[in-house]
């Protein structure tokens, strides 16, 4: 072995190192798993969508529940009860 000062430059080496082991057989080619893309949907975009396919208003409906509320004789105790029925299942 030979030790140089710390200003000696040593000339031109080889890309690889010298003391990497070398094969004579070319190197396995290993293919690698197929990308699959992938899609996640909010829930936000969801809610859209089920507004985007949601019945066009009946105009002819609204207009008679309107009459209703306005005359006073929307609200009758069946539809109450009706409705807070509905809101206790929501809930619970």
Same mark, same amino acid.
């Given at each position: 072995?030979?030790?140089?000062?710390?200003? #000696?430059?040593?000339?031109?080496?080889?890309?690889?190192?010298?003391?990497?082991? !070398?094969?004579?057989?070319? $190197?396995? @080619?290993? %293919?690698?798993?197929?990308?699959?893309?992938?899609?996640?949907?909010?829930?936000?975009?969801?809610?859209?969508?089920?507004? #985007?396919?949601?019945?066009?208003?009946?105009?002819?409906?609204?207009?008679?529940? !309107?009459?209703?509320?306005? $005359?006073? @004789?929307? %609200?009758?105790?069946?539809?109450?009860?009706?409705?807070?029925?509905?809101?206790?299942?929501?809930?619970?």
């Amino acid at each position: 072995m030979h030790v140089y000062g710390p200003a #000696h430059v040593h000339g031109p080496q080889a890309v690889g190192a010298p003391h990497a082991a !070398r094969s004579s057989q070319p $190197a396995a @080619t290993t %293919e690698s798993p197929a990308i699959q893309d992938e899609v996640n949907i909010s829930d936000a975009a969801r809610m859209v969508e089920q507004v #985007h396919q949601a019945p066009a208003i009946r105009q002819d409906r609204v207009d008679s529940i !309107r009459a209703q509320i306005a $005359a006073g @004789t929307y %609200e009758t105790p069946d539809k109450v009860n009706v409705a807070v029925d509905r809101l206790l299942d929501e809930i619970g």
